[in-house]
């Protein structure tokens, strides 16, 4: 059922590839930096279950230096595009847009870029300051290439996703940006291009991560102090030299709202967790319900 997608190396191609396979449904843009996982093709299968059999999916591969700071992985980020393709035809992608960075970036740096506001500042950002402006900026930038209907974001960057919704809807850009599962190893650890940097020793404990947010969701019924210290208990189980913590937060769903009082109510909210392993920044979060004590177990 399933064909090869249309790969398209400049903006030109992707123009004509879009043109040639004009279709009345949605038009659907899944943005990625390659090396893609499982987690990149479970995108492409919301995606296509989005627009469904009128509607085209495009995905784009592009690593985009705007948002690595000096210093990061920018340059050995793992580029694998003939790979990458098979996992787009598997998935019934229909273009994949992998343009070079003169492609994208005609003028060298553009001159003008999106400012991601005061959530761009906290979590992620606070240790890596202008990756959101960079984030934005490309994102942008895809949005206006190929206009797309819907765009899907992995749950996996969490503040990635929070931040782009925002901005379609603050810019009114128009794109209904969609928010897919995380996907994960059986042991809990998930999915990332960055997983491969991890030896043997690290990815073992990687699952850290998962195991913490894992135990804050269960706790969380218990209110904010429990769910907390439960997340505590299994970090420290950790020496302090292979795994070191960054955060540990939990916000409202839309991050925009630091939760620091017992809920009386079950309230929806969000644990997110960044950690160092060996020298490899991990990131992960899970949603959960806080407060609401024995009864909100109960009703589980
Ligand atoms: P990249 O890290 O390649 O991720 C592309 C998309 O895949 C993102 O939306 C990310 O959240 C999602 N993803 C990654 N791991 C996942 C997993 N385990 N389960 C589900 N989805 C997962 O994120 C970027 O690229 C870039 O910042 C980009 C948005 C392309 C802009 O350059």
């Not at 249309?6 to 899944?30: D, F, H, N, W, Y």
């Not at 989005?50 to 920018?74: I, K, T």
């Not at 999106?114 to 949005?143: C, I, M, N, W, Y």
């Not at 947010?213 to 950790?238: F, I, N, T």
């Amino acid at each position: 059922m399933t064909s090869d997608p249309l790969l398209a190396p400049t903006r030109e191609e992707l123009q004509r590839a879009l043109e040639a396979r004009k279709a009345p449904g949605l038009l659907a843009l899944v943005p990625t930096m390659g090396a893609l996982h499982a987690g990149h093709a479970s995108l492409m299968r919301v995606a296509r279950d989005r627009v469904w059999d009128g509607g085209q999916v495009v995905a784009s591969v592009f690593v985009n230096p705007l948002q690595f700071a000096p210093g990061e992985d920018l340059d050995r980020y793992p580029r694998t595009l003939d790979a990458d393709l098979e996992v787009c035809a598997r998935e019934g992608v229909d273009v994949v847009f992998a343009p070079s960075v003169d492609e994208v970036y005609p003028g060298g740096d553009p001159q003008v870029t999106v400012d991601p506001g005061p959530l761009a500042a906290q979590l992620e950002g606070a240790s890596r300051p202008g990756h959101f402006a960079g984030v934005l900026t490309v994102v942008a930038t895809l949005f206006g290439l190929v206009r797309p209907d819907v765009a899907v974001f992995g749950q996996k960057d969490y503040q990635q996703l929070a931040l782009v919704q925002r901005m379609s809807r603050d810019l009114c850009l128009g794109v209904e940006v969609v928010g897919a599962e995380t996907v994960r190893e059986a042991d809990g650890l998930a999915l990332s291009s960055r997983n491969r940097y991890l030896d043997a020793d690290q990815r073992r404990r990687a699952t850290v991560l998962s195991r913490a947010l894992a135990a804050a969701a269960e706790r969380a019924p218990y209110g904010l102090p429990a769910a907390r210290w439960a997340a505590m208990r299994v970090l420290d189980e950790e020496p302090e030299s292979e795994v070191g913590l960054d955060y540990l937060a939990i916000r409202t769903p839309d991050l925009q709202v630091v939760i620091d009082e017992h809920p009386a109510e079950p309230t929806p909210a969000r644990v997110l967790i960044a950690a160092t392993v060996g020298t490899t920044r991990l990131i992960d979060n899970l949603p959960l319900l806080l407060g609401g004590g024995r009864a909100a177990v109960a009703a589980d």
